[in-house]
């Protein structure tokens, strides 16, 4: 596995573990709806995630078929898919 490889895979694992993370803590407010503590914490998650997802889409491609922008193909298949690594 090549140095881009891992840092590719390195920032996926940290988007799942945050977004694992932003479903939690939705769950628990969802239940808890006063609880301060954790809607800080979801807004700091949610941050978080946002600014990763965004480093990753920049770096490595889109992680969605929504986040594609191109106008003249598309381009959502134009990286290695899962299995290809």
Do not use: C
Not at 4 to 10: F, N
Not at 46 to 59: D, G, I, P
Not at 68 to 84: C, D, G, L, Y
């Amino acid at each position: 596995m090549t140095g881009y490889e891992k840092s590719r895979e390195r920032l996926m694992r940290q988007i799942m573990a945050l977004s694992f993370v932003q479903t939690e803590l939705n769950l628990f407010l969802d239940t808890h709806p006063q609880n301060q503590k954790a809607l800080r914490e979801f807004r700091a998650v949610t941050e978080q995630l946002a600014e990763l997802r965004q480093y990753y889409k920049e770096n490595f491609g889109p992680l969605t078929a929504a986040e594609v922008k191109s106008e003249t193909a598309w381009n959502w298949i134009e990286s290695p898919w899962p299995w290809e690594n």
